[in-house]
């Protein structure tokens, strides 16, 4: 059984940024593709962006154009999500997910285990 921790959400002006970690704890890190996705209020929730088992192969959605970066330490056992350029669009309950499998994909119910979300809020 993963658990999966999420943190470093919080309140910030459009434009700014933000770094997002996701800490796992109860299984073998590294045999996890990872990933992120956000909800925003009414809406369904969409992927944002993921990360392979090793950290080399990333793939995110659309509307990221470059302003998001995924990374993982495996060591730490920890992906991270670095948002920068922040839209107000872009509030949403972030959340991190683990899929047994070596690439991530974009479906939400391919994911094995979620973490409880965090909180971005961007202001105008």
């Known amino acids: 059984q993963v658990q999966l921790v999420e943190s470093g959400g919080g309140l910030v002006q459009a434009g700014g940024s933000l770094r997002l970690a996701c800490a796992a704890s109860?299984?073998?890190?590294?045999?996890?593709?990872m990933a992120w996705f956000r909800q925003a209020p009414g809406k369904e929730r969409e992927f944002v962006g993921g990360?392979?088992?090793?950290?080399?192969?990333?793939n995110y959605a659309d509307f990221v154009k470059g302003r998001f970066t995924i990374s993982r330490d495996n060591a730490k056992n920890t992906v991270y999500l670095r948002l920068n350029s922040l839209k107000p669009e872009d509030t949403a309950v972030y959340y991190c997910?683990?899929?047994?499998?070596?690439?991530?994909?974009?479906?939400?119910?391919?994911?094995?285990?979620w973490g409880q979300g965090t909180q971005v809020t961007v202001s105008s």
């Open positions: 990360i392979s088992r090793n950290g080399i192969s990333t």
């Open positions: 109860g299984g073998i890190f590294s045999n996890y593709a």
């Open positions: 997910a683990a899929d047994w499998t070596y690439y991530s994909t974009t479906t939400p119910q391919r994911y094995d285990y």
